[in-house]
Structure formats: structure tokens, C-alpha cells
């Protein structure tokens, strides 16, 4: 019966993960409009058939990362209130609050503080936020990103160290969570790589906004996925965009 409801809750995150990486189908048509006019050739592909084809890749991702999460999350005691629904786990609504909250903050402060020497495309007007791209912040960071960083890619950080490291302990010790998170939040920074490179050159101080901010999310959503739960990194990722897009509407009000 347990197996059962694991693998509902498997399909209904896949379910979820599919609707959300629709929602980037816009940005995705967007880029590709861009860069069509730098190609030297036709690609012989409608730029709809190439935003497509352009999901297929996160797609596949998340099918993995589901596939790894499912078989070795709880294996190094991550949970997932979803999946395992016989471990007695909640949302820890303090941490989604203040750490969504201060991470929205400390995110638009620091693209505040650097704007003086940023690319034109990060210093424009402040404009409020457009609805498509915060649903798709919502659905496609906050459940995508989490199952693809947290519970695929970091529970086989987790587990790897340890089976190599520490075969001879019972699980692992805190150091080996500590350095998965780290790990994880290091790719997670790397992997915004290719959306930051499609809107501008690649200075030094665009490095260290990429690194710094996405990094710091990718610490702090590893720590609630290893002390509390997926769902818990995933509502505070969630909460961190929805920080963001309330104080960038109250900035284009008042600015």
C-alpha cells in the first residue's frame, strides 16, 4: 500500500513538474528569437518546433531526478512529506517564512547595490511584475528546480560521499550533508549559467551576481531539505520569487 501511494506521489510530482516546465515555453520561444538572428544559417525549424524541442532537455532531467530521489532520498534520510507519507513530516512554516523572505531581500538589495556596474540589461526601469514569468518562477523554481537539486541531485551527492567516504557508518555524518549542500548549490549557480549568457556577456561582477545570489538560494534550500523536508525547500524557494516580485512592485510604484 505504501509502494502504491509512493508512486502516485511520483506521478503527481512529474504531473506538476511537466505543467511547470510548460510555463518556461515563453521565455524559451523568447531566447531562441534572439539568437536565430545571430546564426549564420537557417536552422530549417520554425522557432516554435526549437522552444519545444528546447523543454525536452529539462524534461529528461526531471524524469532522472525523480527516479534518484525516489530510490536513495530517504535512504540518507531525506524526506519527502509526498512520497513518504509514513514518516510523520509537516511544512515548517517558520523557516518558509523568514528565509523566503529574507533571501527576496537580500536578492533585489544586492542587484540594488550593483547596479551601478551591471550590464544595461540588469539597470533598466523598474517595472512591476509580469504574471506569466512569476507563475512560471513559482511553478518551475519552486517544484522543478527543488526535485531536480534537492531530491535528485543532492540525495546522490549524499549518498555517494557516503558510500565512498563512510561506508563503515551507520548514515552519514554532518559533514558529508554539509558538503552535498554546498555541492548542489555550487550547480545550482552554474546551471543559471546559460540563461544569464543569453541576455549578456559574461563580465566578472555578472559571475559573481550569478554565483553569489543562486549559490546562497541553493544553500539555504539544501539546509530545509536536510533539516525538514523537500516540500519545505520547495514553499520557501516559492516564497523567495514571491518576495522578490512584491518588493520589485513596490520599488516600480515608488521609484
Given at each position: ?113 550593483l547596479r551601478p556596474f551591471l550590464p544595461d540589461v540588469f539597470t533598466g526601469p523598474i517595472q512591476p511584475p ?78 559573481i551576481r550569478m554565483l553569489v545570489l543562486n549559490g546562497l538560494g541553493g544553500i539555504v534550500f539544501g539546509w ?20 522578490m516580485n512584491v518588493i520589485t512592485l513596490v520599488l516600480s510604484i515608488f521609484l
Open positions: 500500500m505504501d509502494k502504491s501511494k509512493r508512486l502516485y506521489g511520483l506521478f503527481g510530482y512529474l504531473f506538476i513538474g511537466i505543467v511547470a516546465i510548460l510555463t518556461i515555453y515563453p521565455v524559451q520561444k523568447a531566447a531562441i528569437e534572439t539568437q536565430m538572428d545571430k546564426l549564420p544559417v537557417d536552422p530549417g525549424m520554425s522557432v516554435e518546433t526549437l522552444a519545444f524541442m528546447a523543454l525536452l532537455n529539462p524534461f529528461i532531467l526531471l524524469l532522472i531526478a525523480l527516479i534518484i530521489g525516489y530510490f536513495i532520498a530517504d535512504k540518507v534520510s531525506f524526506v519527502s512529506i509526498v512520497l513518504h507519507r509514513h514518516v510523520h513530516s509537516k511544512i515548517a512554516w517558520k523557516p518558509v517564512l523568514v528565509s523566503g523572505g529574507l533571501l527576496g531581500v537580500i536578492f533585489i538589495g544586492f542587484d540594488l547595490l509580469s504574471f506569466v514569468p512569476f507563475i512560471s518562477a513559482i511553478l518551475y523554481g519552486g517544484v522543478v528546480e527543488e526535485l531536480l537539486m534537492r531530491f535528485g541531485f543532492m540525495s546522490l551527492v549524499t549518498f555517494l560521499l557516503w558510500k565512498v567516504f563512510q561506508r563503515a557508518k551507520h548514515q552519514p555524518s554532518n559533514g558529508v550533508y554539509i558538503i552535498a549542500i554546498v555541492i548542489s548549490a555550487l550547480v545550482f549557480a552554474l546551471g543559471h549559467y546559460g540563461a544569464t549568457a543569453a541576455v549578456t556577456d559574461m563580465t566578472p561582477i555578472v559571475w530545509l531539505y536536510w533539516k525538514d523536508n523537500l516540500e519545505t525547500a520547495m514553499i520557501a524557494h516559492m516564497m523567495t520569487h514571491v518576495a
